[in-house]
Structure formats: C-alpha cells, structure tokens
C-alpha cells in the first residue's frame, strides 16, 4: 500500500478531518474526529483545547497504527473568521469566538474610523478587539488555522486567506500601514498559502509517531481549501458550492473587490480567487421539500423549460451576493399548484442567481467563466446541472474532490515543491 506522503487537516465547527495524500496526489484515506459543540445561546464560543485534544487523539491513533511513518508535510485549514487570542507560550486565555460570532461590531464601527480600504474585511479583527477590550484578552490574535501552526511550531505565522478577515491586503500582501501602527507586533506574520513556516516540533513528531523535519505550510481558509481540492486550476474556473446556501469562487487574472456586491478576492497561488455568496440554496429548497420529493419530483422537471416564474428564493429575509441587500424578501410568488413546477422554479431561481454571481464578477473586472465545477448535495441532481448548464451558458461538471482536508493536503505538497 501506498504510504502518507503530506496531510490536510480541515479544523471545523464540530470536528475535524484529515486527508492523507500519496506522492503521486491520490487520496489514500480520510479519518474524523469530533469534538463537543455547546448548544444556544452558548453555541457561538467553543473551547480551543476540545479541538487539540480531538487532534491529539486521532494522531496518536494514526501514529499507532504506522500511518504517519513517512509524512513529509501537513497543512491546516479552518473556519474563515473565527477567533482567539494565545498567551506568550501559545495557549488560549480564553474561548474562541466562532465565524458567526454577532460580538464586535461596536469594534468594527471604531475599525471603519481607520484609514482603510472601504471594502476591508474586518470582522474577525473586530472579534479580537472585543476579545482585548470588553474580555481583557490582550494576546495576540490567531485564527483556528494559525493556532494549530503555532501548537506545532512555536511560530506565531498565518496565511493570507485567513489573514484577509483581519484586514491584510491580498493584492500588496501587507499589513495596511493604519492597522500596523495601532497593533504593532502583536499581528502575525503572514505567508503565502502552501509554503513552509517551519519543522514541526520535536517533542510532537516522536508523540505520534511522525519522522523529524516534516514540515508545517500555511495553511488556508475552509473554503479556499474546497477550491484547491475541486480541480480548479486554470483562469476561468468556476467551483460552485450548492449547499444550504451558494458560493462562488472564480479563478481570475485580476483581483476584484466590492463590498456592495458582497465580493472579494483571495490570493489563489499566482492568481487570485474571486469570492462571493448568496442566502439562496439548499435550506429555501429543505423548506417546502423532504429528500425524498425533490427526488421523485425532479424526474418530473423539465430542464430545456424557461425560467418565467422568475424567483429569488431565500429563506428568509436579507441578501449578501451578488447584491447586498439587508432587507430583501423574498420571491417566490406566483406559486403553481403542480409541486414539480414549483420545484423547477426555485431551481431555476437559484440557477439564475449564480449566472448573476458569475457575470458580477466579471463586470467588475475579473476572469469570464468558461467552466463550473460543483460540489455539495445540488451537485448531485442530473437535472440541475442540466438547467445550470442552460442558464450559465458553460459546462458544468462535478469537482474532483469535495473534502476540504484534500485541498490543505495539497498545499502541504507545495511546501515540498510537489504538485498534486
């Protein structure tokens, strides 16, 4: 059997997963572990060491078991804007604050006062000042990914996906000079996704059974990695995530961002990955839906069918992309008496949005696209590829892999110039 060559750990809200990739780029396996998750209204906080001690365990099992013997780099992904703050040794002072975390927007009113950019992402920075301000947490800030870099290494480094929350410009790939001069030292350093940051620690290599040397890349957001792992490679490539809500991503030449169209840009190796997602998806299709309908009924679908219902459908109220728009109802009038018509509606409501999606990108300047990857539960109904198919005017295929500990093994390939 082939060995473990790199690892992608994906650090989630409930646990996390890890992707072993041999040296030719095949995903040899994927193993999970959980971690407790406190119910409302606690649910936005969680324990950073429920999260090492999940790690821990699984390693060591692996470790156990001879899976680890010949790794040769690991890379972590995590949940883009959640926050922390470590002590001088690297441990937590306090709960992380989750993605969702409402907290800090008393913050990120005194942030927008700063000479920034206006279309800035400020809200995990906003956390941390929160964290400094109203909790007394003065350490400095480290996202979910970054936290595990520094339990491995010593190192205090993150990554530019991570890293754009806090306000780091992906285009010049630094610190704005407004934030340096407040937070000084106390901000990290920060790499490229996929290079090398630094050996992990002795003492950990012998605990789960590691060689010595293996090397710990920047790491990279959740959905940045989903990116690296669909296949998308080339300028033009689109990977659509057809969950509970929808999310783009477009491989393009040219940075772009908006934050009236709710888009931004991550760095995405030499070029960059245009960002955006819209409160449409799966969860407006689970509402008037079982599993079990939206199969039978979308055999009765037709895909060729125009789309003269015209729906935005949402869940409830409010729009992020590709136009902000806070108090948006939503459309979902008239509504036909055959179930089956009123399900090709709503597919082909979300299929136009996303077409939207796409053309805002380039309208801004960013790549036109010439193919969609798909990945989530929509990705898997033949007929709506088909009605995306029609609506965006491109081809429309399944991502390669859909696990985003796949797309952080391949970064940790990078870290050892390897391509996968």
């Not at 030499?270 to 009924?297: K, P």
């Amino acid at each position: 059997m082939a060995a473990a060559r790199h690892l992608g750990i994906d650090v989630g809200t409930s646990g996390l997963r890890i992707a072993a990739l041999d040296v030719t780029g095949n995903c040899l396996w994927l193993e999970k572990a959980d971690w407790p998750t406190p119910p409302p209204p606690d649910g936005h906080e969680q324990n950073p060491t429920d999260w090492w001690a999940a790690f821990d365990r699984l390693m060591g099992h692996l470790g156990e078991e001879g899976r680890l013997a010949e790794v040769h780099s690991l890379a972590f992904a995590g949940t883009s804007g959640t926050v922390l703050t470590i002590d001088a040794d690297g441990w937590p002072q306090g709960p992380a604050l989750m993605y969702d975390d409402p907290q800090g927007r008393e913050q990120l009113v005194k942030l927008r006062r700063l000479e920034l950019d206006p279309d800035a992402q400020l809200s995990a920075l906003a956390r941390w000042r929160f964290l400094a301000e109203e909790r007394g947490q003065a350490g400095r800030p480290v996202s979910q990914a970054d936290w595990f870099v520094t339990r491995l290494t010593g190192q205090h480094v993150s990554d530019s996906n991570n890293a754009l929350k806090w306000g780091f410009d992906a285009v010049t790939e630094r610190w704005p000079a407004a934030l340096l001069d407040r937070f000084g030292d106390r901000l990290p350093e920060v790499r490229r996704p996929g290079t090398a940051v630094a050996s992990i620690t002795p003492d950990l290599a012998r605990r789960w059974g590691l060689p010595e040397g293996v090397i710990v890349a920047a790491g990279t957001t959740d959905s940045m990695a989903a990116l690296w792992a669909s296949g998308a490679s080339e300028e033009g490539d689109g990977v659509t995530s057809l969950g509970s809500t929808l999310a783009l991503k477009l491989i393009s030449e040219a940075p772009v961002s908006d934050a009236a169209s709710g888009v931004y840009s991550h760095r995405f190796g030499h070029r960059f990955a245009v960002s955006g997602a819209s409160n449409t998806g799966g969860r407006v299709l689970a509402a008037f839906f079982d599993a079990e309908a939206l199969a039978s009924l979308s055999e009765s679908v037709d895909p060729a069918a125009p789309d003269t219902l015209g729906y935005w459908p949402l869940a409830g109220r409010g729009e992020r992309f590709p136009v902000v728009a806070p108090e948006m109802s939503p459309r979902l009038t008239p509504r036909p008496d055959d179930p089956a018509a009123f399900l090709g509606g709503l597919l082909r409501g979300i299929a136009r949005i996303e077409a939207l999606g796409y053309r805002r990108f380039a309208a801004l300047g960013g790549t036109a696209v010439r193919r969609v990857l798909s990945s989530g539960g929509g990705a898997r109904s033949p007929v709506f590829s088909r009605i995306r198919e029609r609506t965006l005017g491109v081809p429309v295929q399944t991502a390669e892999h859909t696990e985003a500990a796949v797309g952080a093994a391949r970064l940790a390939a990078l870290s050892k110039g390897e391509s996968t």
